[in-house]
Structure formats: structure tokens, C-alpha cells
């Protein structure tokens, strides 16, 4: 069966902290891993991993996939608190097929 | 550019009723998808649509049905309401990698 599992379920810290999400993943074929950012409504795209070693940045995210180890990691630096959020991670593995982790929430106190 | 609209917001049913979901997207999409969101559960796919007139179904597709007579739209129907199918339902324009999403519609069946 294709799973993608997230860890932690849900993390706490202070703003500007250093947080690191964990995604890993058992899919029969695959594509791309992809990370979004759910607040209170609709997932927002953040990063489209494909290539294994490969950082993708975007200002404090920044993400990298392990095709080895079957796993990426989603790093936010110096944490805001508009950062709380629920973060989402799937894995295309082509036919429109997206398979979604549980995600994280994550929460920043001020 | 109003982006994925859906529309109800917000809607309870008694089991054994039956609506409809409206979802609208005015990027010119090809494909549209719908999902649903459990806690714990991260987002499950149920039905798609690659283009105008085209349907197929997805990790959870029972007790739904899906048409797409028009490009822009893409409606999911409940025949018949079923307490599990209380969920809050997302829908989806882009392409397989890329996907927007509209604010979901949170539906409880009583």
C-alpha cells in the first residue's frame, strides 16, 4: 500500500527558532514529492521536489529530497509566527495521483 | 482573478439527503480533482477530471458522483448522506504536480 508519513504530527516552539519537518514515503512509483502550507482553509504550494540532493529555497523554507532513503525534510529558519501553520506533504506518482501525509501542525509562540 | 471557488461554505445534512458541491476555477485548467480532509488522515483523493465531459475515480470515490459538463466547473454529488461522509471537502484546478486549491466546503451529515 503507498504511504506518505509525517513527523511530527505537531510541534511547538518559540519564534525564531529553527523547526525541521520530516516526510517519508513508500509509493509503487515515483514522480515528485511536493510540500504545502495549509493555514485555516485551502493547501498552498510551497516546494516540487524531484531531484535528489537538490535545495529548494524560498526566503527562511528551504527543502531537500533523499531518493536513497526514500525521505525529505522541509526547514524553516528563524520562525515567525504567521509560519503556524499545517504542512503538507505528497508525493505525485503520475495518472493525476497525489498521495497525501497526515501533515504537521505547527505552532510558533511569540 | 478569483482562482478555485467552491461553493457551500458550510453545510449540514441528514443522512439520506443528497447536494451538490460546486467547485469553479477561471485559470483555464485542464484537470480538476476533488478531495476530502479527515483529521489524521491528510487529503484522499475522489474523483477527478482531465478535461471537459471527462470523469474517474480516485482513492475513495463510493457513495460519490462527479460531472464536468463545462471546463470551468466541476460539481461532486451525495445521493444519499451518510454520517461518514462528514469530512471537509476540497477542490482542486492545475496540472498533477501543481494543484490550486479552493477554501473547502466543511460538511456534516447528521
Known amino acids: 500500500e503507498d504511504k506518505v508519513v509525517q513527523s511530527p504530527l505537531s510541534l511547538v516552539v518559540h519564534e525564531g527558532d529553527t523547526v525541521t519537518l520530516n516526510c517519508s514515503y513508500e509509493v509503487t512509483n515515483f514522480r515528485s514529492l511536493l510540500w504545502y502550507k495549509q493555514e485555516k482553509k485551502a493547501p498552498t504550494f510551497l516546494f516540487m521536489l524531484?531531484?535528489?540532493?537538490i535545495e529548494k529555497k524560498s526566503g527562511r523554507l528551504s527543502s531537500i529530497l533523499d531518493k536513497k532513503e526514500l525521505f525529505s525534510i522541509l526547514n524553516i529558519t528563524a520562525t515567525q509566527t504567521g509560519d503556524s501553520a499545517v504542512y503538507l506533504c505528497a508525493v505525485y506518482q503520475g495518472a493525476q495521483k497525489l498521495v497525501f501525509g497526515q501533515g504537521t501542525r505547527l505552532t510558533i509562540n511569540p | 482573478n478569483a482562482g478555485v471557488t467552491q461553493t457551500p461554505k458550510f453545510r449540514v445534512l441528514k443522512t439520506g439527503q443528497s447536494m451538490t458541491l460546486l467547485c469553479a476555477q477561471d485559470?483555464?485548467?485542464?484537470?480538476m480533482y476533488w478531495y476530502r480532509q479527515d483529521p489524521g488522515m491528510g487529503l484522499r483523493l475522489i474523483h477527478y477530471s482531465v478535461g471537459e465531459g471527462t470523469t474517474a475515480k480516485g482513492e475513495v470515490p463510493d457513495g460519490y458522483n462527479v460531472s464536468r459538463l463545462k471546463k470551468q466547473n466541476f460539481l461532486l454529488g451525495l445521493e444519499s448522506a451518510a454520517p461518514s461522509q462528514t469530512s471537509v471537502y476540497f477542490c482542486?484546478?492545475?496540472?498533477?504536480?501543481?494543484?490550486?486549491f479552493g477554501p473547502g466546503t466543511r460538511l456534516t451529515v447528521t
Open positions: 485559470m483555464n485548467h485542464e484537470y
Open positions: 524531484t531531484s535528489s540532493g
Open positions: 482542486a484546478s492545475g496540472e498533477a504536480m501543481e494543484q490550486y
